[in-house]
């Protein structure tokens, strides 16, 4: 009875251990998780949202409505997110509602799926202060990964 006694007060502590450090990965969504989609670099932003770096100089963002008729989001150059919302620069081609631009910002709102566009730094801006959004640091990809996988 005295080991058995041991034997779980042990166990207990190692669980409560694990718990504490965050070794227990049971409760962390592997979409937050996954290092590789497909063998290729990826940072999950807001789910269901992950940049994907397709090739050594291009991240794209694939989409999850129709709303904007482009399956993702090409050559992203900048990134952030805040207040439950991803911003994203897009400079080099990107086809919104069957126009191709060579830059675009984009706000999406992963909540509602909201997926918006704006052909200007103004009409972005815009966007972030109807969010009560100061400013966002739209960073390069290859930095953001750096900060998200330290």
Known sequence: MK???IVLSF????????KQSGINKKN?????SQDNVFDRLNIPLIKPYKLIKVDDTEWRLEL???SLLTLSIHNV?????????IFIYSK??????????????????????????FESHEA?????KKANISKANLR???IFYKEVHK
Do not use: H
């Open 64 to 66: 999850q409505t129709t």
């Open 3 to 5: 080991n058995t006694f």
């Open 92 to 117: 080099g081609g990107t086809e919104v509602k069957n126009v191709q631009y060579n830059e675009l910002w984009f706000v999406i709102t992963p909540d509602s799926l909201l997926e918006q566009s």
């Open 11 to 18: 166990t207990a502590l190692l669980c409560f251990g694990c």
């Open 140 to 142: 390069n990809p290859d």
């Open 77 to 85: 150059q900048g990134v952030d997110t805040a207040k439950g919302r």
């Open 28 to 32: 962390v969504d592997p979409f937050y």
């Open 124 to 128: 972005f801006k815009d966007a972030l």
